[in-house]
């Protein structure tokens, strides 16, 4: 490896520093994820694979919910493309703030890394991205991220039934907590969070009524973010400046 | 097709993988269509709420806990409380409420 300069080394180690509030949080909803892992049937140490190399909580989340169902392979990619499909907008808002001469593996690396907290502090730094920051960050949450599965999925067992109810909601706090301030911001995603809210609960309660098997909770989920994101698309485009919000 | 865990695993992190640096690593000019930015930019916010709800009333042994959860999580968030506070006060919501009801 080669000697960080003074420089590399404070951004590493602000990186180190922004990386623990982070993996506090990751490790509590990552045990909330763990539960449904084990609900899923995977061991601890497959749930530790799939969080360091997904570390992604809603798209881990659909995609342990298609492996239960024992979805295909195709329906598992088209799934995880969908629900990760944010993270194409932040590596490209990323690559904007890159400088043109980083390398092609500080480029995997910190595409990589992306996650909505990651972005989000990686952004806020001041100039071109620091590779080293993100790197720091990285090598504090990830790991958190990964033992609070495999955790999850060990201890599910152990705890009881109301602990495990209590935190099984722990997933869907953090998905409000990145929802609700951008609708609060911009009263079109206030709009569609309220919509999407209510056509997730019809078609869920349309798919029991008339038995319709194929329209899984995976399916809905794909299936209401290209009409309702597409028709707002449409309805709605968005401003120049945007395109970069985190 | 589907069935065996180590394809899932391998088909679901190189997803992830693709979707994060392809950007990064292609396009290194800004995205032209505005139609693709607009709907890029509304794709999250779409999927967590379709995946939050009506999932977080559900998901808990009576669904007023998770209802109550819901909306202390919303206020909090609205009041600009990060995603830890948000989401350890949801798990003591449904605690507290299920304590009371379930019990």
Redesign the interface.
């Given at each position: 490896m080669m000697p960080m300069t003074m420089e590399k080394r404070g951004a590493f180690r602000a990186g180190l520093r922004d990386g623990v509030?982070i993996a506090?949080?990751y490790f509590?909803?990552a045990f909330s994820l763990g539960i449904a892992g084990r609900n899923a049937g995977?061991t601890a140490a497959?749930g530790f694979?799939?969080s360091i190399?997904?570390h992604?909580s809603?798209?881990?989340?659909?995609?342990i919910t298609?492996?239960a169902a024992?979805?295909?392979?195709?329906?598992?990619?088209l799934t995880?493309?969908?629900?990760?499909?944010?993270?194409?907008?932040m590596?490209?808002a990323?690559?904007?703030r890159?400088s043109?001469e980083t390398s092609?593996w500080h480029?995997?690396g910190?595409?990589?890394?992306?996650t909505d907290?990651i972005f989000g502090v990686t952004m806020a730094r001041m100039g071109a991205v620091e590779p080293v920051y993100t790197y720091g960050a990285m090598l504090v949450s990830i790991p958190s991220w990964a033992a609070g599965t495999a955790l999850g999925i060990v201890a599910g067992n152990i705890l009881p039934?109301?602990?495990v109810?209590?935190?099984?909601?722990?997933?869907?706090?953090?998905?409000?907590?990145?929802?609700?301030?951008?609708?609060?911001r911009d009263r079109v995603?206030g709009a569609?969070?309220l919509l999407?809210?209510l056509?997730?609960?019809a078609l869920?309660r349309a798919a029991g009524a008339f038995r319709l098997d194929w329209l899984t909770?995976g399916t809905?989920?794909i299936l209401?973010?290209v009409l309702?994101?597409?028709g707002?698309?449409?309805l709605?485009?968005?401003k120049e400046e945007?395109?970069h919000?985190g | 097709m589907g069935g065996n865990i180590y394809i899932y695993i391998a088909v679901m992190s190189l997803v992830s993988f693709a979707v994060r640096v392809l950007p990064l690593t292609l396009i290194r000019g800004q995205i032209k269509s505005r139609f693709i930015r607009s709907f890029l930019y509304y794709v999250p916010y779409v999927t967590l709420a379709v995946m939050t709800f009506p999932a977080i009333v559900e998901t808990t042994q009576s669904p007023v806990a998770g209802a109550l959860a819901l909306a202390a999580g919303v206020g909090l968030a609205f009041a600009g409380a990060g995603l830890f506070p948000v989401a350890v006060c949801c798990c003591l919501v449904v605690l507290a409420v299920e304590g009371v009801l379930v019990a």
């Open positions: 509030p506090m949080g509590a909803v995977l497959q694979v799939i190399l997904n992604a809603a798209g881990e989340y659909a995609g298609a492996i024992m979805a295909p392979y195709w329906e598992l990619a995880i493309l969908i629900t990760n499909a944010r993270y194409l907008l590596s490209c990323l690559s904007q890159f043109p092609l480029r995997l910190v595409g990589f890394g992306i907290e039934l109301r602990v109810s209590a935190l099984s909601v722990a997933l869907y706090g953090m998905f409000l907590a990145i929802i609700i301030p951008p609708a609060r995603v569609l969070v999407s809210f056509c997730s609960f869920g909770g809905r989920v209401l973010t309702l994101a597409g707002a698309a449409v709605f485009p968005i945007e395109c919000g | -």
